[in-house]
């Protein structure tokens, strides 16, 4: 193992999953509550997320914080989440203030993220 993936290991706390399925990849997001956003969820962890932004005009702030609803079991659950990296359409948050009711949440949508992504394997 190199350095650099070392570091970068010890970045990710958390197991990242990919969303493989368009039941779970439609992200809504907004910053105190005004214009919501569409996105497309990349991949998704306990701790944060990866979406890729529908309108490439959309303007953020790094370090802001923002309001992000997500797709589970056909209703939606929302987190906060703090804008770490930006990247032209690519935005990653970190989850913040997270309750007890949000990690069963997270940990719900993970799980069934997990499943449908070795179904999808098994099925090849």
Known sequence: MTIE??????RRRFRRVFSLVAEEDVV???????SHFVAKLLDFSRSGALI???DPAIYVDL????K????????????EALLVRKDK????????NLTPLDMREIR???ARMEIMA?????SY
């Open 118 to 122: 070795a179904r999808m394997c098994l």
């Open 28 to 34: 809504l997001f907004s910053m105190n509550g005004h």
């Open 108 to 110: 719900g949508k993970v």
């Open 89 to 96: 359409q690519l935005f990653a948050f970190h989850f913040i």
């Open 5 to 10: 993936s070392a570091n970068t290991m010890d």
């Open 68 to 79: 992000l609803y997500f797709q589970s079991r056909g209703a939606m659950f929302h987190l």
């Open 52 to 54: 890729f932004a529908a």
């Open 63 to 66: 370090g802001s914080h923002y």
